[in-house]
């Protein structure tokens, strides 16, 4: 069982950057998949996920109305579309799928790809 985040990297603030997280080694059918991020200092966030059928969608407040999430089923990926980014999004993102909505109950993680944002 294997999820490959990629993506990270450097942006500006006010720039954009879409991370990529790769399901493998197992179907993940019928489950909830999304991010969250881990800043320096501080405890891991939540920050979106998506449904298996990509109707329902949730965001945390801080990155509402400028991260999308997206998933193509076909390719067991799940996309996050960040922009208008901010110093404050810089961290460690990780990927995640669960049974339950928000990830919450016993989540598969993938590893950390990290994004920098520069004021």
Do not use: H
């Not at 991370?19 to 489950?31: E, H, M």
């Not at 400028?66 to 961290?91: C, G, H, W």
């Amino acid at each position: 069982v294997q999820l490959q985040a990629s993506g990270g990297g450097l942006a500006q603030a006010g720039g954009s950057l879409r991370l990529s997280c790769a399901a493998s080694g197992r179907t993940f059918r019928g489950y909830a998949m999304g991010w969250f991020r881990q800043a320096p200092g501080k405890e891991r966030e939540f920050v979106a996920t998506i449904s298996w059928s990509g109707g329902s969608t949730y965001y945390a407040d801080s990155v509402k109305g400028r991260f999308t999430i997206s998933r193509d089923n076909a390719k067991n990926t799940v996309y996050l579309q960040m922009n208008s980014l901010k110093p404050e999004d810089t961290a460690v993102y990780y990927c995640a799928a669960d049974k339950s909505a928000f990830l919450n109950v016993a989540p598969s993680w993938g590893q950390g790809t990290l994004v920098t944002v520069s004021s």
